[in-house]
């Protein structure tokens, strides 16, 4: 008998997985957790049923989540993640050299757990000496410590149960408090295709906040339409205005120096939705 795992991506579509093993399905004390094996993609992270990561495609999110505002800010010492519990991010973070502390902040750390022991690669940075893991809500961590952070990303699961009020106009602001006095902030905000009023209203309620705001994409085959969007807030430095020259190649597999202006050229249906 076959096995597949579909993810409802609206209510009338989504994609399916066949899978040949599952690892973990557990309601943890935030989100159904499911940890399963497939064919196509590797060793798949679902959270409340949405695909998070896998051990095929993470390299792109979590580069592009990474590498824009750490090439764009002119020494980020310490660095943010809000969310990210699978590692990705910080695995990301700690191939910059100018960074002296990553701090993570998950609520939930069951997605600690099991990343660790099913997404060993993705996870791999979680130990680093350069690394604090604290499990808590990012919305009162970001409170409770004011111009602390000179990069501040938000790796968040989608708008729903534990991570709803990481979209929020107040968040943002908390956010602002939390940055140094040119600090970048950058967050995930879903796809044109199903979620285009969520991708409206994050860059207005982010345009409120700060001066200089740049929307960027990237390919994640596993995400809702596969085109996913980036919304990056900056109190100083224009990510547009690095210089090419000025970025190393590291190693990387989606991200490039090329790349980097590149990913803020936006479909024309993309841009009219964050003009
Ligand atoms: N890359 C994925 C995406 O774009 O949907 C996100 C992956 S990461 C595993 C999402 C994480 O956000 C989860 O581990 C979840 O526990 C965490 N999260 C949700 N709400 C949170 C909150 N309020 N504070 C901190 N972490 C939160």
New binding site residues.
Partial sequence: MELWYTEKQTDSYGITAKITETYVSEQ?D??KLDMIETEEFGTM?V?DG????TDKDEFV??EM?AHPALYTHPNPKHVLV?????G??IREILKHPEVEKAVL????GK??EY?KKYLPNIASGLDDPRVEVIV??????IHDHKNAYDVIMV????PV??????FTRGFYQGIYDALKEDGIFVA?T?NPWFKADLIESVNRDVKEVFPIVRVYWAN?PT?PSGL?TFTLGSKKHDPLAVNESSIPEIDTKYYSPRLHKAAFALPKFVEDLVK
């Fill in positions: 943890t935030f989100q992270l959270l949405m695909v998070m990561t999110y979590h989540v809000v969310g990210g519990g699978d990705g991010v902040v998950d609520i939930d997605v600690i990343s808590n809500d990012g919305f009162m961590h790796d968040s699961t989608e149960g534990p991570a709803v009020n990481l995930q879903d994640v995400y996913w």
